[in-house]
């Protein structure tokens, strides 16, 4: 079986590039060439698939069995790989999570649960990509990751991904929870998810079907802060701040506050364990981060602090002052 990766390099995708080469899988990636080194036995194409020119060129003479799609974002982007990847077995979208309607009839969330999404237009360009591979005729297989992270990776509510959240806890500065603090997520570590979206490749059962794929480990935001600041050797220091208020103050944040991480979600992984018998995530939460801090501390060089960052997060805790006293 011929594995093709558009894209490869990301958060999700290297974590399940590395899954697929430890297992002897026949993958080749397809980007720009601007990451670093590839696993053994993993075969690289250069071009732009923001070019149409360039990603027929570089498609032409190749045949593969599954065609994995990283990064179509838009209908087009799937216009262009239905022509230029014609023929192949299987077609893997990956959509997202948050196309789900929220909040959803559903708790957790099953795949079959209502499409839609208000306050997002990412969201709503990934619901059109489904709809558009529904239509085609296709052999398409839709994945939904929610929330995945992985060994680079501090997935906080507010503060990034990277480096400056322990920046700020150094500082004294309090983490941001949405809402409360109450409301439930959904964190899953990328080497997880790699694990199941292998055993789904290539199989003709998976062809036409949608899957999420997450952990079950369900927790607050209280405690997705307070799990960070403890592996960072800190004392929890939360504030909570209304979803609203903040899409006000900096309206950026508002479409991934409201249209996702404002409603509580936890999903039913059902059916790709049925699937991919065996599978569980394995990395709970602590776990992850404590890997993430580590690779952080391996080198100073990668401990970045985001300035812009800072200041919207600082912004954002003084107008919820504000409004506390009037």
């Known amino acids: 079986m011929r594995i093709l990766f558009v894209g490869g390099t990301g958060n999700i995708s290297s974590a399940c590039v590395q899954v697929l080469a430890e297992r002897g899988a026949d993958l080749t990636v397809l980007n720009r060439g601007l990451s670093g080194a590839l696993p053994d036995g993993v075969r690289r194409i250069v071009a732009d698939i923001r070019d149409p020119h360039s990603y027929a060129d570089a498609l032409r003479g190749e045949r593969f069995d599954v065609v994995v799609e990283w990064m179509a974002f838009v209908p087009e982007h799937v216009r262009l790989d239905l022509e230029l990847c014609a023929g192949v077995s299987q077609y893997v979208f ?33 619901i059109a990509c489904e709809e558009l591979l529904r239509e085609s005729g296709a ?22 991904v990277g480096w400056t959240v322990v920046d700020r806890l150094r500082r004294g500065r309090p983490m941001i929870v949405p809402g ?10 990328a080497s997880d998810l790699a694990r199941a979206l292998a055993g789904i490749l290539g199989r003709e059962d998976a062809v036409g079907e949608a899957f999420h794929i997450t952990s079950d480990e369900v927790l607050t935001w209280n405690q997705i802060a307070a799990t960070i600041a403890v592996a960072a050797g800190f004392e929890p220091h939360t504030v909570a701040v209304s979803s609203e208020l903040m899409a006000r103050v900096e309206p950026d944040f508002g479409p991934g506050l409201l249209g996702d991480k404002s409603h509580s979600l936890a999903f039913d992984n059902a059916k790709i364990k049925r699937f991919v018998p065996g599978w569980q995530a394995e990395v709970p939460l602590a776990e992850g981060v404590a890997r993430s801090l580590a690779w952080f501390a391996e ?6 602090v985001d300035a812009a ?6 912004r954002i805790l003084a107008a919820h002052e504000r409004a506390l006293l009037a």
């Open 299 to 304: 080198d100073p060089a990668r401990q970045i």
């Open 139 to 160: 052999p398409f297989t839709i994945v939904r990751p929610s929330y995945t992270y992985g060994g680079t990776w501090i997935p906080t509510a507010m503060e990034g």
């Open 180 to 189: 409360d603090g109450t409301s439930v997520w959904t964190l899953t570590h």
């Open 94 to 126: 990956i959509s997202s999570a948050t196309v789900y309607e929220k909040p959803s009839p559903a708790f957790p969330l099953v795949e079959e649960a209502p499409l839609g999404n208000r306050s997002w237009q990412y969201a709503r360009d990934k």
């Open 309 to 314: 960052l800072d200041v919207q997060l600082d």
